[in-house]
T-cell receptor, first 113, second 112 residues
Framework: DVKVTQSSRYLVKRTGEKVFLECVQDMDHENMFWYRQDPGLGLRLIYFSYDVKMKEKGDIPEGYSVSREKKERFSLILESASTNQTSMYLC????????????FGSGTRLTVV | QQPVQSPQAVILREGEDAVINCSSSKALYSVHWYRQKHGEAPVFLMILLKGGEQKGHEKISASFNEKKQQSSLYLTASQLSYSGTYFCGTGYSGGGADGLTFGKGTHLIIQP
């Protein structure tokens, strides 16, 4: 089974801190994604990457950046955390191509105080 | 723009049928369906592609109406295990490199 592992299940950070959320997948997937999930809003795409060192903005990239130095690892960075970034963050990966579903990690619940 | 899912929530008795709809204002290339149980990650159910066939099996299936830019998920003779939040994710180009845009979800509660 493909596994997508997010490093932390729960995280509490202070306003203004730089925050790193890590995601690792073990099945050689080209595509990786970061979503945030908020009640009543569904999943919203922050950033995605289809190759090492490549990154594309999603629908809500403001306040975030990403890094993909290795194929299996995709990091989400909150440059200066704010309370409105309190959310559940989900990482996903998939193979390139039309017929593949996403495999999601278990999520990181980030609280910014 | 997010696809619109309907209904927002539905409560059924075990054994009843459910239909969840997903509508897009943009021309669709693909539609994914996922189920998420409380506190867990979303789990992939199926994908439908433009020009493709209806997917699924006897109990859970889906259709894709290209003219209306809609997809529907059919849950037949629902089981308790079907409870959860269902999301559609829409893709607007081929190749799979772009991220999906997800709807806000449909909460499905199956009661004994």
């Amino acid at each position: 089974d493909v596994k997508v592992t997010q490093s932390s299940r729960y995280l509490v950070k202070r306003t203004g801190e730089k925050v790193f959320l890590e995601c690792v997948q073990d099945m050689d997937h080209e595509n990786m994604f970061w979503y945030r999930q908020d009640p009543g809003l569904g999943l919203r795409l922050i950033y995605f990457s289809y190759d090492v060192k490549m990154k594309e903005k999603g629908d809500i990239p403001e306040g975030y950046s990403v890094s993909r130095e290795k194929k299996e690892r995709f990091s989400l960075i909150l440059e200066s955390a704010s309370t409105n970034q309190t959310s559940m963050y989900l990482c996903a990966s998939t193979l390139l191509g039309d017929n593949y579903g996403y495999t999601f990690g278990s999520g990181t619940r980030l609280t910014v105080v | 723009q997010q696809p619109v899912q309907s209904p927002q929530a539905v409560i059924l008795r075990e054994g009843e049928d459910a239909v969840i709809n997903c509508s897009s204002s943009k021309a669709l290339y693909s539609v994914h369906w996922y189920r998420q149980k409380h506190g867990e990650a979303p789990v992939f159910l199926m994908i439908l592609l433009k020009g493709g066939e209806q997917k699924g099996h006897e109990k859970i299936s889906a259709s894709f109406n290209e003219k209306k830019q809609q997809s529907s998920l059919y849950l037949t003779a629902s089981q308790l295990s079907y409870s959860g939040t269902y999301f559609c994710g829409t893709g607007y180009s081929g190749g799979g490199a772009d991220g999906l845009t997800f709807g806000k979800g449909t909460h499905l509660i199956i009661q004994p």
